[in-house]
C-alpha cells in the first residue's frame, strides 16, 4: 500500500514540478528514503526479539544463568525477604535507628496487615524466579543442542522452581502453581493451589533434579544446583512435612556423598570460602568491578555495620536479638562468629564503632570493610548461604531420633558440635541424652544455634509447632500466624479469585 | 548537491536585478497615517506596494516615506483596522485614517498548515502575540504561556534551562509520550526550550480536536504552532532587548532549628525507642541548611535581531544569550541561540526560504536529590567543624534519613550537560493557476547531549566517601527529518469562500544514546576527563536507539458562505512504524466543524447589542503514537542484573520478563466542542464560552497484572482504558482608551476541567503509583475506573491518639499514643486496607489567569495574575521519613507532644507504628494565586531619541512570581509528575521569583 502511495508521489512529482531544483532537492530526498523497501518496517533497536530466542545452546545457557542471577534480587535476598523469613523471629529485631524503615516492626510484632509492601515484594520475586524457570522448561526441550547438557539445564531449572516454591509455601501456605509460561491472557488469572499440591510439586521438581543434576561441576561451573543440592533440599521439605523416613533417607544419602564441615565456623562466612566442603548451595554474588548492575546484591548492606569510615555504609537491620545473644552455650565459638559486638575488632581487623546504633550485627553476612568499592553496594560479594550440610547433619538427626535411630541422631548432632567446638576443650560437649523429647529439644536448640541469622529459625519453630511458645510473648498467635497473609494487591488483582489466608 | 547550490547563487543573482529594476521610475511618497476616530497616530501600519512585495511600515509617529511609481496603489494594513488601498496619482503626501475594524473578525490565526481569519475558524484556537511573550523577559517560551489561555496548564519545573510541563484541557494521554506538539515553522518538536522567546512571532493553541485533528498522529495531548518572526519590508531594523535581573526563593518553609530539632528528636526516638537519641539537646539555632546552600542568583538575558527586507528577499538574523543562575550554588545555564531566516522571491509565483537555528547550551547541574537532602539534614550538624573537616551526622546517630551533610554532596558534585542542536526548514513555494499554492517543505532536527559526570575521591563525612574516582559520559543523540508537501486552492466567488488543502508527510525519528564510564581517571585539568585514562578493567559501556517513522496523508475543505455560514472538514490518515505488522497500520483522523456568525445576518443589523456574535461546534478525532517502539514484540532481557556468577566469574544470563498484548492499536480520541464568541460595545468588550468534551478510547496503557505472573514489573500494556476530559472555558477581555489617553486591556479567563477514567480494562482493579522516595515505598496514588487519574489515595485520619486507655479501646490496639487515628470506614472493628479510601485529585479542576496592560503617555505598565484552584498535593517531602529527617517549624509548633497537645498533627514519631502508610495528613490543598508577573517600562521621548538615532528605547523593570498565596505547606505547589504520579512533592525545585531591570532598544 505504501509502495503504490509512493509510487503516484513519484509521478506526480515527475511531472509538475520537476524543474525548480528546490522542490527537485526535496522529492529527491523524498524519495531516496522512501523507496526503501518498507520505510515504516523498522526492526526493535539494540533488542533481540524472544522469537528469534531458544534457537541454539548459548541462548538455553544464557537463560539458565538468568535464572541463577535473579536469585540475588533485592526481593530474593534483602528487605522482603527479611521481613517474611527473619525479623519476625525471636533471634532477630528491625535495628538501625529507631525511626528506620519502622515497617519492620509490624511483622515483628505480629500487627502486620496484608497491605504492607514486603510481602508483594517477596511473594512478587519468588514468582519473578519461577518465571524464568519456567521458560526454561518451556523452551529448552526443543532447541537443538547437546542432549545431556540440556537435560542437566532443565533440572537446573526444576531444582529452583522448588526451592522459590517452598519459599513460597512456607510463607504464604498454597498458592497459585504456574509451572508453564502462560499462553495467552486466559491462563493469567488462577487459583490458590493447596499447600499439599504445592508440596507434591516441589517434591517432583526435586527427585526429577536430582536424578539428573551431577554431584560436582568443574571449576567453571561452581554454583550452580548439584545433585546434592537437590537431595539436601528435598530432605529439608521433608522434614517441613514431618515426613520422616524421607528426610532420614535423603539426608543418609547426602552424607555419602563427600561434603563435610567447614573446620572453621567464622571462616566459612568469608568470602574467601564461598563454595566450601560444607555447601550444599549457595546464592552467587559477586562485585564485578566497573559493572554495578551486575553487583546487585543488597543482602550483606542491608544488614551491614552503619556508621563505619569508609566501610560503605552498612544499613544495620536485623540484628541479633538479646535472645540469641542469650541461646549459646557458654564458651559456643559461635556466638562470636554471628554477632558483630559494638566495639569489638574482627579477626579480619575490622574495629567495629562503639557509636553503632545497635549493640550487635549479624556477622554471617559481614564482609571486611577494606572490601568496599566506592559506588557499589557494600559486601555486594557475600553469597547467601542457602543450604549448608550441618542443616543436613541436623535434619539427619531429628528424624533419626523421629525413626528412634538414637545413636544415629546423636552422632549426627555430635558431628555439628565437634565442629563448633574445634580444638577447643570443656565447650560445648558431646549430647548424650537418650530420651527422644530430650533429644529433639536439643536438637532444636542446635539449630537454633548453628543457623542462626540464616533465615531458619522462623519457619524452623513454626514448623515446631512452638509458635506460641517462643513467639507468643511477641504477639504470634496459633491458627492465624503460622502463615502470613496474600498480598492485598495480589487478591485485588485476581478479582477475589485468590482467597486471603484466615484471620487476615 | 553542488549544481543546486549553483542555481541558488543563480537565483539570488537574479533577484537583485529585479530589485534594480523596481527602482526606476519612482517618487517618494510621505505622509501620516492615524486612526479614524481619535484621530492617535499609527506605528507599524504597513504600507505597500500593491501587486508588490515592496513595503514599510510607519515609525512610532505614525510617519511613512516610501519609493513607488507615480502611478501605484498604497496598500496600508493593520491589525484592527480595514486595510485602505490608496492611487498615489503622482502625490508625494498623503495622509490616511484608518477605520478601526472589528477587529476580532480581521484577525489572523494560525491553524495546522495554514491560516484561517479568526471568524472562519471553527474550532477552538488561541493566539498570543509575539510581544507578549517576549515582553515578559521570561527565560523559556512555554513559562510565559502560563495564565495567558484558558484551558491551558503550565506547571514550572524551577531548574534552570527545563521546560515547564503543558497540559491542554486535562491530561489527554497516560502512557508514551504525554508531550504536547510543538510545529514550529512545520517541523515537530516535543519541547521548544531552544527558541530564545524573541524570535517567536506568534503561538496559536490547537486546543479542540477538531483543529488539532489534521496533525492526527502526536495531536492527542494538544499541538502549539509557532511561527517565528521573519524580515519585515523596510529598511534594515535592528533590535536590542536585554535585562538584567535576580532570583530568590519566595515562600520559602521554615525548618527547625537545632533546639527544636533535638527536642522532637528526642520525643520520636523516646515513643519509637523509650531512649533519648540526644542526651544534651542543648544546640542552640544550629545550622540553616537552606540559608547555607540557596542564593540568590543572577540572570542576564541579551537579545538582538536585525531584519528587513527588499522587493525580492526578507531577512531576519538573531543572536541571543542567556545566562541564568540556579538558586543553589554552582547551578548554572547559558545558552547561545542564533537564527537565520531567509525568503526569496524568484520569480512571480515562486518563493523560496529557509530558516535555521543553532543552539549550544551549557549548564553545570545541581545534585539531583539536594532538594530533599536540604529540606531531611539536620540543623545540629554544622557546615564545617572547627577544624574544617564537615560536620557529620554520623556522631549522632542520626541514622539514614539525614545521614548527609548538604554542602560536601554540593562540592563534590561536578555534573557539565553541554547541548547543541541544528534546526530548521527550507521550504519553495509555488503559486499558479491563481487560486493554487503549491508548498513543499523539509526540516530537520539534529541535537547532541553529552552529559559528563566526575566524582572525586574524598571523605566528607561516614555517609559520603568515595574511595575511586568515577567518570561518567552520556551522550545522546537525535537526527529527526519531517517532510512535508501541500498543495492549497483558495477562491472566492459570489457569497462563497472556499478553501482546499491536500497534503502529504513523512517523518523519522533517530535517538542514540550511548552511556560510559571508568574510574580512577586523574583529574588536573579539563583534558584529562578521558575514559582512555580510566582503569581499563573498570571501562564500561552500553547504548541503545530508536527508530521510528510515519507517513501521512491529509485533507481539508473550509467552506464559507456570505461571510455567515461556515464548514470545515478534515480527514488525516497516518501510518506509524509503531504498529507496523499488526492489524491497525493506518490511523485515520476526520474531524468537522461548523460556524454560524449570526451578527452578519440581516435581521441582527440594527440591534447594537453585539458587535460580533458567533456560534461554532466542532468534533474531531485525534490519535497517539507516542506508544513505545514495537510494544507487542517481545523482547529478550540481557541486563546486567541477569548476570550469573559460577565460580566468581560472570556468565552472561538473559531472560524474558515482559508479557505483552497479542495486537496493540491506535490511541484515539474523540473531542467535541461548543464555543460562542460574542462582541460588545464596538467590540471593546469580547466574550468566549467553550465547552468540551475529549473521551480517549482504547488509551495505551500499563495495566497491573498478577505478581504470580512473575515479570519485572507486574503490568502489562495494551489498548485498556477509557477516560474523558469535561470542562468549560470562558475568557472575557476589555479593551478602551479614555478621553485622556489611557489606554487599556484587561482580559480574563477561567478553565474548568474535570478529569474520569471512564473505563480499564482490568476492571476494577486499581493503578497504585507514586512509591519513590516515600517512606517503606508507599503508594499514595490510585487509578481507577469511576474516578480521576492519579487519585490521592489512603487512609482518612481522624484524629490523634491522646492516651494509652484511647489507643487500648480503639481499633488499632498496636499504636501508641501521638499515633494518626485512622477512621474504620468499613466498621469492622479493625484498620486495614479495606479501610482506605480517596483523599485528593491532584489534576487541578480549576485553571485561571487575568492579564493586564496598561499604557498612558510614555509610560506603560503589565500585571498578570494566574493560579489553580480545586487540587490537591501530597505532602512527600514531610511524609517521607527513614530516620530522625529535620522537622518544619510548622510541624514542630503543633505536634502532639503529650495529651491534649494536638488533634490534627501526629506526635515527631511521624514515621513510625502504621503512621507512615499513606494518609488525609499529607494531602493538602494545592491552590494558589500568583501575581505571575509585573511590569512597569517608560518608552523615552522621541525628541530625545532620534538626537542619537534612535527610533525607540524603552526602560523595564519587571517581576515575575513576586507574589504568591497558597495554604500549601511546602515549598511550592505546583509540583507535577507523570499522570498516574502527579502532585507528589519530594524534591521538587523550590519557587523562586525574579525581578529584572531592562531595554529595549530599536534603531
Redesign the interface.
Given at each position: 500500500m505504501i509502495k503504490t502511495n509512493l509510487i503516484q508521489m513519484k509521478t506526480y512529482f515527475n511531472t509538475s514540478i520537476q524543474r525548480w531544483c528546490a522542490v527537485g532537492l526535496l522529492s529527491t530526498v523524498l524519495l531516496t528514503t522512501s523507496c526503501k523497501k518498507s520505510f515504516l518496517d523498522i526492526d526493535p533497536q539494540g533488542q533481540q526479539e524472544s522469537e528469534q530466542f531458544w534457537k541454539s545452546q548459548e541462548d538455553a545457557t544464557k537463560a539458565v544463568n538468568g535464572m541463577y542471577a535473579n536469585l540475588r534480587t533485592w526481593n530474593n535476598t534483602a528487605f522482603p525477604a527479611l521481613a517474611i523469613e527473619s525479623i519476625p523471629s525471636d533471634e532477630a529485631d528491625k535495628g538501625s535507628t529507631a525511626t528506620d524503615a519502622t515497617f519492620f516492626n509490624l511483622y515483628d510484632t505480629f500487627t502486620v496487615t496484608s497491605t504492607e509492601g514486603s510481602f508483594l515484594g517477596f511473594w512478587t520475586g519468588q514468582y519473578q524466579n519461577i518465571n524464568l524457570t519456567n521458560q526454561v522448561l518451556d523452551n529448552i526441550p526443543a532447541i537443538t543442542m547437546d542432549e545431556s547438557l540440556k537435560a542437566r539445564y532443565l533440572a537446573e531449572a526444576k531444582f529452583i522452581r522448588a526451592y522459590s516454591y517452598f519459599r513460597l509455601v512456607r510463607a504464604f501456605g498454597g498458592v497459585p502453581l504456574r509451572l508453564t509460561v502462560p499462553k495467552d491472557q486466559t491462563e493469567y488469572n488462577i487459583p490458590r493451589a493447596t499447600k499439599e499440591e504445592v508440596y507434591a510439586q516441589i517434591e517432583k521438581d526435586l527427585d526429577e533434579a536430582a536424578s539428573v543434576l551431577p554431584q560436582a561441576y568443574g571449576t567453571n561451573d561452581i554454583g550452580r544446583a548439584t545433585k546434592g543440592a537437590a537431595i539436601g533440599l528435598h530432605a529439608k521439605v521433608a522434614m517441613y512435612q514431618q515426613k520422616w523416613a524421607d528426610a532420614l533417607s535423603l539426608t543418609n544419602q547426602v552424607m555419602t556423598m563427600g561434603y563435610s564441615l567447614f573446620p572453621d565456623f567464622e571462616k566459612g562466612f568469608r568470602t574467601q570460602n564461598k563454595n566450601n566442603s560444607e555447601s550444599l548451595f549457595e546464592v552467587q554474588c559477586e562485585l564485578l568491578p566497573g559493572n554495578k548492575d551486575a553487583s546487585n546484591s543488597q543482602y550483606s548492606q542491608v544488614q551491614g555495620v552503619p556508621g563505619v569510615v569508609g566501610g560503605g555504609g552498612g544499613w544495620g537491620f536485623n540484628v541479633p536479638s538479646d535472645a540469641l545473644n542469650t541461646a549459646f552455650e557458654t564458651g559456643d565459638p559461635r556466638r562470636d562468629a554471628t554477632i558483630l559486638y559494638r566495639g569489638e575488632t574482627t579477626p579480619q581487623g575490622d574495629k567495629i564503632p562503639t557509636t553503632t546504633p545497635n549493640p550487635r550485627y549479624n556477622q554471617k553476612s559481614y564482609v571486611p570493610f577494606s572490601m568496599w568499592v566506592s559506588g557499589f553496594n557494600e559486601g555486594a560479594q557475600q553469597n547467601v548461604k542457602v543450604l549448608r550440610f550441618a542443616d543436613i547433619l541436623l535434619i539427619n538427626a531429628e528424624a533419626a531420633n523421629e525413626m528412634g535411630n538414637t545413636s544415629l541422631a546423636l552422632s549426627s548432632l555430635n558431628k555439628v558440635r565437634a565442629r563448633a567446638r574445634g580444638t577447643q576443650t570443656g565447650i560445648l560437649p558431646d549430647v548424650t541424652a537418650t530420651d527422644k523429647t530430650a533429644l529433639k529439644t536439643a536438637i532444636y536448640k542446635e539449630r537454633q544455634v548453628e543457623l542462626a541469622l540464616e533465615s531458619d529459625r522462623y519457619f524452623d519453630v513454626i514448623r515446631q509447632g512452638r509458635g506460641t511458645e517462643v513467639f507468643g510473648p511477641k504477639g504470634w498467635k496459633a491458627g492465624k500466624n503460622e502463615i502470613w497473609p496474600v498480598p492485598d494487591q495480589e487478591i485485588e488483582r485476581s478479582g477475589g479469585l485468590l482467597t486471603q489466608n484466615p484471620g487476615y | 548537491m553542488k549544481?543546486?547550490f549553483t542555481?541558488?547563487s543563480v537565483f539570488t543573482f537574479l533577484s537583485l536585478l529585479f530589485i534594480n529594476a523596481a527602482f526606476a521610475q519612482n517618487i517618494t511618497v510621505k505622509g501620516k497615517v492615524s486612526d479614524g476616530q481619535d484621530q492617535t497616530t499609527l506605528p507599524a501600519v504597513s504600507v505597500m506596494i500593491k501587486g508588490s512585495t515592496t513595503g514599510i511600515q510607519t515609525d512610532v509617529n505614525g510617519n511613512y516615506s516610501i519609493s513607488a511609481p507615480g502611478n501605484a496603489t498604497l496598500v496600508f494594513t493593520y491589525i484592527g483596522y480595514t486595510t485602505q488601498e490608496i492611487p498615489v496619482n503622482n502625490r508625494t503626501a498623503i495622509n490616511v485614517s484608518l477605520a478601526s475594524s472589528s477587529q476580532q473578525l480581521e484577525q489572523v490565526v494560525v491553524v495546522g498548515y495554514g491560516t484561517q481569519r479568526k471568524v472562519d475558524v471553527t474550532g477552538s484556537v488561541a493566539t498570543i502575540k509575539g510581544e507578549d511573550i517576549s515582553k515578559q523577559a521570561s527565560t523559556n517560551p512555554v513559562s510565559a504561556l502560563q495564565g495567558k489561555v484558558a484551558g491551558v496548564s503550565v506547571t514550572n519545573v524551577g531548574a534552570p534551562g527545563k521546560s515547564p510541563k503543558i497540559t491542554i484541557r486535562g491530561t489527554g494521554t497516560i502512557y508514551g509520550n504525554t508531550n504536547v506538539l510543538y510545529v514550529v515553522d512545520g517541523v515537530w518538536y516535543d519541547d521548544i526550550n531552544f527558541l530564545n522567546p524573541a524570535d517567536i512571532a506568534s503561538i496559536s493553541v490547537l486546543k479542540d480536536a477538531s483543529s488539532q485533528s489534521i496533525y492526527g498522529i502526536r495531536a492527542a495531548n494538544g499541538v502549539v504552532l509557532v511561527t517565528t518572526v521573519r524580515g519585515k519590508n523596510g529598511d534594515p531594523t535592528i533590535n536590542y532587548n536585554g535585562s538584567i535581573g535576580i532570583q530568590r526563593v519566595t515562600n520559602g518553609v521554615k525548618m527547625t532549628n537545632g533546639q527544636e530539632y533535638a527536642t522532637a528528636v528526642n520525643e520520636?526516638?523516646m515513643i519509637?525507642?523509650d531512649?533519648l537519641?540526644l542526651k544534651n539537646p542543648n544546640f542552640g539555632k544550629g545550622t540553616n541548611w537552606y540559608d547555607q546552600v540557596l542564593r540568590t542568583a543572577m540572570v542576564t538575558n541579551h537579545q538582538i535581531s536585525i531584519n528587513g527586507a527588499s522587493e525580492k528577499s526578507s531577512y531576519n538574523f538573531s543572536l541571543g544569550y542567556l545566562n541564568q543562575d540556579g538558586i543553589v550554588e554552582k547551578n548554572n545555564y547559558k545558552r547561545y541561540t542564533a537564527r537565520l531566516s531567509n525568503d526569496f522571491q524568484i520569480f512571480k509565483g515562486?518563493k523560496?526560504g529557509y530558516n535555521v537555528t543553532g543552539v549550544s547550551s551549557t549548564s553545570s547541574d545541581a545534585p539531583t536529590t539536594i532538594f530533599r537532602g536540604l529540606y531531611s539534614a539536620a540543623p545540629i550538624i554544622p557546615v564545617f567543624n572547627p577544624d574544617g573537616s564537615y560536620g557529620d551526622p554520623?556522631?549522632y546517630?542520626?541514622?539514614?534519613?539525614s545521614?548527609t551533610n548538604p554542602q560536601a554532596t554540593m562540592d563534590f558534585f561536578n555534573q557539565t550537560n553541554k547541548f547543541y542542536k541544528a534546526t530548521g526548514n527550507?521550504y519553495?513555494e509555488?503559486k499558479f493557476a491563481k487560486h493554487f499554492t503549491?508548498k513543499?517543505?523539509?526540516g530537520g532536527d539534529f541535537s547532541q547531549e553529552e552529559v559528563r559526570s566526575y566524582?572525586p575521591v574524598y571523605?566528607a563525612t561516614?555517609?559520603q566517601?568515595?574511595?575511586?574516582s568515577?567518570l561518567a559520559i552520556d551522550r545522546i543523540e537525535n537526527r529527526n527529518?519531517i517532510?512535508e508537501?501541500t498543495l492549497t486552492y483558495d477562491n472566492k466567488f459570489g457569497d462563497h469562500s472556499l478553501t482546499v488543502l491536500a497534503g502529504?508527510t513523512?517523518q523519522?525519528y533517530r535517538s542514540y544514546t550511548i552511556n560510559a564510564?571508568?574510574?580512577n581517571v586523574p583529574y588536573n585539568k579539563d583534558g584529562d576527563l578521558y575514559l582512555s585514562l580510566a582503569?581499563a578493567?573498570?571501562?564500561?559501556i552500553t547504548?541503545?536507539?530508536?527508530?521510528?517513522?510515519?507517513?501521512s496523508?491529509f485533507g481539508r475543505v473550509n467552506y464559507g458562505f456570505k461571510n455567515k455560514y461556515l464548514l470545515n472538514a478534515s480527514l488525516r490518515a497516518d501510518?506509524?512504524?509503531q504498529f507496523?505488522?499488526g492489524s491497525d497500520?493506518w490511523g485515520y483522523f476526520p474531524s468537522i466543524g461548523a460556524g454560524w456568525v449570526v451578527s452578519n445576518e440581516e435581521f441582527m443589523k440594527d440591534q447594537e447589542v453585539f458587535s460580533n456574535l458567533k456560534l461554532r461546534g466542532s468534533w474531531g478525532k485525534v490519535g497517539n503514537a507516542g506508544v513505545p517502539?514495537?510494544p507487542s514484540?517481545?523482547?529478550?532481557?540481557?541486563?546486567?542484573?541477569?548476570?550469573?556468577?559460577?565460580?566468581?566469574?560472570?556468565?552472561?544470563?538473559?531472560?524474558?520478563?515482559t508479557?505483552v498484548p497479542?495486537v496493540i492499536f491506535w490511541e484515539r480520541s474523540a473531542g467535541t466542542d461548543i464555543g460562542l464568541e460574542m462582541g460588545f460595545l464596538s467590540n471593546r468588550l469580547n466574550v468566549e464560552v467553550d465547552y468540551y468534551n475529549r473521551t480517549t478510547q482504547q488509551a495505551i496503557f500499563d495495566i497491573?497484572?498478577?505478581?504470580?505472573?512473575?515479570?519485572?514489573n507486574?503490568t502489562l500494556i495494551g489498548n485498556q482504558a477509557d477516560f474523558r476530559n469535561r470542562g468549560y472555558e470562558f475568557v472575557a477581555s476589555w479593551s478602551d482608551k479614555t478621553s485622556n489617553g489611557l489606554t487599556y486591556s484587561i482580559s480574563a479567563n477561567v478553565g474548568i476541567n474535570n478529569n474520569k477514567v471512564l473505563n480499564v480494562t482490568?476492571?476494577?482493579?486499581?493503578i497504585?503509583k507514586g512509591g519513590a522516595g516515600l517512606?517503606?515505598?508507599?503508594l499514595p496514588t490510585r487509578t481507577v475506573a469511576g474516578q480521576a487519574i492519579g487519585m490521592f489515595y489512603g487512609y482518612q485520619v481522624t484524629g490523634i491518639f491522646q492516651t494509652a486507655q484511647e489507643v487500648t479501646a480503639s481499633a488499632q490496639?498496636?499504636a501508641k499514643p501521638g499515633d494518626f487515628i485512622y477512621a474504620d470506614n468499613n466498621g469492622d472493628g479493625?484498620?486495614?486496607?479495606n479501610d482506605r479510601q480517596y483523599l485528593g485529585n491532584p489534576n487541578p479542576k480549576y485553571s485561571y489567569g487575568v492579564n493586564t496592560n496598561f499604557a498612558y503617555k510614555n509610560f506603560d505598565l503589565t500585571l498578570d495574575i494566574q493560579g489553580v484552584a480545586g487540587v490537591d498535593v501530597y505532602n512527600g517531602n514531610l511524609a517521607a521519613?527513614?530516620?530522625?529527617e529535620n522537622y518544619t517549624k510548622d510541624f514542630f509548633d503543633n505536634r502532639w507532644h503529650g495529651p491534649g497537645t494536638s488533634n490534627s498533627y501526629p506526635s515527631a514519631?511521624m514515621?513510625?507504628?502504621?503512621n507512615?502508610l499513606a494518609n488525609s495528613f499529607w494531602v493538602e490543598s494545592g491552590a494558589y494565586v500568583r501575581l505571575r508577573n509585573i511590569q512597569l517600562g517608560y518608552t523615552l521621548p522621541e525628541m530625545m531619541t532620534s538626537k542619537w538615532k534612535i527610533k525607540k528605547l524603552r526602560v523595564f523593570a519587571n517581576a515575575q512570581n513576586a507574589v504568591n498565596f497558597f495554604g500549601y505547606k511546602g515549598f511550592s505547589p505546583e509540583v507535577g509528575g507523570t499522570p498516574t504520579n502527579a502532585g507528589v512533592d519530594i524534591n521538587v525545585y523550590p519557587l523562586f521569583a525574579t525581578y529584572n531591570l531592562g531595554v529595549n532598544l530599536t534603531f
Open positions: - | 549544481r543546486i542555481k541558488i520520636a526516638t519509637a525507642a531512649s537519641l515562486l523560496i554520623a556522631i546517630k542520626l541514622g539514614n534519613g545521614a527550507v519553495a509555488l503549491f513543499t517543505s523539509a566524582t571523605n561516614v555517609a566517601v568515595s574511595n575511586t568515577i527529518w517532510l508537501n502529504q513523512a523519522r564510564s571508568g574510574n582503569d578493567s573498570s571501562r564500561q547504548d541503545k536507539g530508536s527508530v521510528n517513522t510515519a507517513t496523508y501510518a506509524a512504524s507496523f505488522g497500520l517502539i514495537n514484540t517481545q523482547t529478550v532481557d540481557q541486563s546486567a542484573g541477569l548476570i550469573a556468577f559460577f565460580n566468581g566469574q560472570p556468565n552472561t544470563g538473559a531472560g524474558i520478563r508479557l497479542p497491573p497484572i498478577l505478581g504470580s505472573l512473575g515479570t519485572e507486574s482490568s476492571g476494577a482493579n486499581p497504585d517512606t517503606s515505598g508507599v490496639p498496636d479493625t484498620i486495614d486496607g521519613r527513614f530516620g530522625n514519631n514515621s513510625g507504628g502504621r507512615y
